[in-house]
């Protein structure tokens, strides 16, 4: 199945971005599962510790390459040990609360996974300093992490066969990798940017080492849209409140170019009720301004939250889903 017969079952859909709080990973997936009929995706719970939090779970993927908590944060080690394990343990009980919710599903399914300049950015070397800082060992990570989502993309497919599995890469350091902002282990002082075309490289490698569509999220300002899109992204998922003007004509080009949009607008912390089809005016606003074709709007888009949910209280994290639900729908039936 192609990125296009995938995102055509994508019209009028919402999902969620990934992390949901608490740490009940049944009853989790049954309410993601209850809420996003259209694209469900894996759950995440960073609150039961180091291991569930998006660096522990991506270096829990990792191949040949193993990771500890230190008190500066996560560093590599010489072998597995007591973290890694946990990170592999909760994964699979993640994956095993989804196989139960997911029996008999056919249609789109999300994942998430870090990608591998976030993880540079956020595990150190054995002497210290960052992955980033070196670029054989980011040479090496990225490898290892493709051959990781390679195994968990296939585990995915065995417990839900009838799903056509997407995999979104959480890339919310990109934007400071290349802009050289990112800070040394010290946090006194900044690594040097990454050049441009060696991000995309590797974008682009990891993205076609994979056989499944893949998506890009940021929840940064800054998204590197076009270097995304040439490294193979067919979605790209964004803050919508962090969007402005001078990232119109890269929006216009991406949905014409068939990239999906994954529009985060709803509140990702608990906020006042409000009006799901008030909440994408400012996709129609955008629409309008870019003069694209009403009838894209509900089949180019998915409404999100403005990042993971983990903040949020369980109750509001169930409340904010299905409010991007009625949004998206909104968008079908009144893309103007």
Same mark, same amino acid.
């Given at each position: 199945?192609?990125?296009v017969?995938?995102?055509?079952?994508?019209a009028?859909?919402?999902?969620?971005?990934?992390?949901?709080?608490?740490?009940d990973?049944?009853d =989790?997936?049954?309410?993601?599962?209850?809420?996003?009929e259209? &694209?469900?995706?894996?759950?995440?719970?960073?609150?039961?510790?180091?291991?569930?939090?998006?660096?522990?779970?991506?270096?829990?993927?990792?191949?040949?390459?193993?990771?500890?908590?230190?008190?500066?944060g996560?560093?590599? =080690?010489?072998?597995?040990?007591?973290?890694?394990?946990r990170?592999?343990?909760?994964?699979?009980e993640d994956?095993?609360?989804?196989?139960e919710?997911?029996?008999?599903?056919?249609?789109?399914?999300?994942?998430?996974?870090?990608?591998?300049?976030?993880?540079?950015?956020?595990?150190?070397?054995?002497?210290?300093?960052?992955?980033?800082?070196?670029?054989?060992?980011?040479?090496?990570?990225?490898?290892?992490?493709?051959?990781?989502?390679r195994?968990?993309?296939?585990?995915?497919?065995?417990?839900?066969?009838?799903?056509t599995?997407?995999l979104?890469?959480?890339?919310?350091?990109?934007?400071?990798?290349?802009?050289?902002?990112?800070?040394?282990?010290s946090?006194?002082?900044?690594?040097?940017?990454?050049?441009?075309? &060696?991000?995309?490289?590797a974008?682009?490698?990891?993205?076609?080492?994979?056989?499944?569509?893949?998506?890009?999220?940021s929840?940064?300002?800054?998204?590197?849209?076009?270097?995304?899109?040439?490294a193979?992204a067919?979605?790209i998922?964004l803050?919508?409140?962090?969007?402005?003007?001078?990232?119109?004509?890269?929006?216009g080009?991406?949905?014409?170019?068939?990239?999906?949009?994954?529009?985060?607008v709803?509140?990702?912390?608990?906020?006042?009720?409000?009006?799901?089809?008030?909440?994408?005016?400012?996709?129609?606003?955008l629409?309008?301004? &870019?003069?694209?074709a009403?009838?894209?709007?509900?089949?180019?888009?998915?409404?999100t939250?403005?990042?993971?949910?983990?903040?949020?209280?369980?109750?509001?994290?169930?409340?904010?889903?299905?409010?991007?639900?009625?949004?998206?729908?909104?968008?079908?039936?009144?893309?103007?």
């Amino acid at each position: 199945m192609t990125d296009v017969d995938v995102f055509a079952e994508l019209a009028g859909a919402a999902t969620g971005i990934g992390s949901m709080p608490g740490g009940d990973a049944r009853d =989790t997936a049954r309410g993601v599962a209850a809420e996003l009929e259209q &694209l469900p995706h894996l759950p995440e719970l960073p609150a039961r510790g180091p291991g569930a939090d998006m660096i522990g779970r991506g270096a829990g993927l990792l191949t040949e390459l193993f990771v500890q908590t230190e008190p500066s944060g996560w560093r590599f =080690t010489d072998r597995p040990g007591r973290d890694t394990r946990r990170a592999v343990s909760w994964l699979g009980e993640d994956l095993d609360a989804l196989e139960e919710y997911t029996q008999g599903y056919t249609g789109p399914l999300k994942v998430q996974a870090v990608g591998p300049w976030t993880l540079a950015g956020s595990i150190e070397l054995r002497h210290g300093e960052k992955a980033l800082s070196d670029p054989g060992a980011c040479r090496d990570l990225a490898g290892s992490l493709t051959d990781g989502l390679r195994r968990h993309l296939a585990d995915v497919r065995r417990r839900v066969p009838g799903a056509t599995v997407v995999l979104q890469l959480d890339e919310p350091l990109l934007p400071a990798v290349l802009a050289g902002s990112v800070k040394t282990a010290s946090g006194f002082q900044r690594l040097r940017a990454v050049d441009r075309q &060696l991000a995309e490289h590797a974008l682009r490698e990891l993205i076609g080492g994979l056989d499944a569509p893949v998506l890009v999220h940021s929840c940064a300002p800054g998204v590197p849209i076009p270097l995304l899109r040439r490294a193979g992204a067919a979605g790209i998922s964004l803050d919508f409140g962090l969007l402005t003007e001078r990232d119109d004509d890269d929006l216009g080009e991406a949905v014409e170019g068939g990239t999906l949009l994954l529009a985060g607008v709803v509140p990702s912390t608990d906020a006042e009720r409000s009006d799901p089809a008030g909440s994408v005016q400012g996709v129609r606003t955008l629409w309008r301004r &870019l003069g694209l074709a009403p009838e894209l709007l509900g089949r180019r888009v998915v409404v999100t939250p403005t990042c993971g949910l983990a903040g949020a209280s369980p109750a509001y994290a169930r409340r904010a889903l299905a409010t991007a639900v009625r949004a998206a729908r909104s968008l079908v039936d009144n893309p103007e």
